[in-house]
């Protein structure tokens, strides 16, 4: 089956920085390779997705990118806010498959004012 | 559009008693998930279904059973709890087609003492 490897686990920044996570995944079948966002007492929400016919997706702030060749995915925020604190899980399934994502284990970020 | 609910969202229970976890989603998905959430663990897959009536095993299905009697709703059941599925518990739904995109419930919190 797929697994999902995501780094780094905890992630803190100072407000306005950039923030980077990092995914892996094992199975060269996915094409589908969505983030979620999961603030505290919540449950997680999509934030932004990419499909593996493109390399790049861009969503004001948050940008995801995708090499195939090498199986990895990032999630890039940019001009990062307090209210980005949360933990954000990555996923990849195969689209008009058996669509079952395989979570990371998620990476909590703290962002500080 | 209440989107995917979850009922109960608290519940401490007693080793070796018994319950069911209500999940009821609106939109017509066909898929439908269960979900532990535990620290340093992620989201890990305990059973999904692809449709009314039929239910699969994921990752960690031991311990637990479900049903999909009803398109709408999916149901975990805890025959004898044990204090390791203390969690918190989210369902999820989704289309199989188009947007594939997975709507979260606010999740359950299960304590077993």
């Known amino acids: 089956g797929e697994n999902v490897e995501q780094h780094p686990s905890t992630l803190s920044v100072q407000e306005g920085d950039s923030a980077v996570i990092k995914c892996t995944y094992s199975?060269?079948?996915?094409?589908?390779f969505p983030w979620y966002k999961q603030e505290l007492g919540k449950g997680p929400q999509l934030i932004i997705d990419?499909?593996?016919?493109?390399g790049e997706k861009k969503d004001q702030r948050i940008a995801v990118t995708l090499n195939k060749t090498a199986k990895h995915f990032s999630l890039h925020i940019t001009e990062t806010q307090p209210e980005d604190s949360a933990v954000y899980f990555c996923?990849?399934?195969?689209?008009?498959?058996?669509?079952?994502?395989?979570f990371g284990r998620g990476t909590s970020l703290i962002v500080h004012p | 559009n209440a989107g995917v609910t979850q009922t109960p969202k608290f519940r401490v229970l007693k080793t070796g008693q018994s319950m069911t976890l209500l999940c009821a989603q609106d939109?017509?998905?066909?898929?439908m998930y269960w979900y532990r959430q535990d620290p340093g663990m992620g989201l890990r897959l305990i059973h999904y279904?692809?449709?009314?009536?039929?239910?699969a095993k994921g990752e960690v299905p031991d311990g637990y059973n479900v049903s999909r009697l009803k398109k709408q709703n999916f149901l975990l059941g805890l025959e004898s709890a044990a204090p390791s599925q203390t969690s918190v518990y989210f369902c999820?739904?989704?289309?199989?087609?188009?947007?594939?995109?997975?709507?979260f419930g606010q999740g359950t919190r299960l304590t077993v003492v």
């Open positions: 990419i499909r593996s016919n493109v």
């Open positions: 279904s692809v449709g009314e009536g039929t239910t």
């Open positions: 939109m017509n998905h066909e898929y």
């Open positions: 996923a990849a399934s195969i689209e008009r498959g058996s669509y079952i994502p395989t």
């Open positions: 999820a739904s989704s289309s199989h087609t188009g947007n594939i995109e997975a709507f």
């Open positions: 199975d060269s079948a996915s094409n589908y």
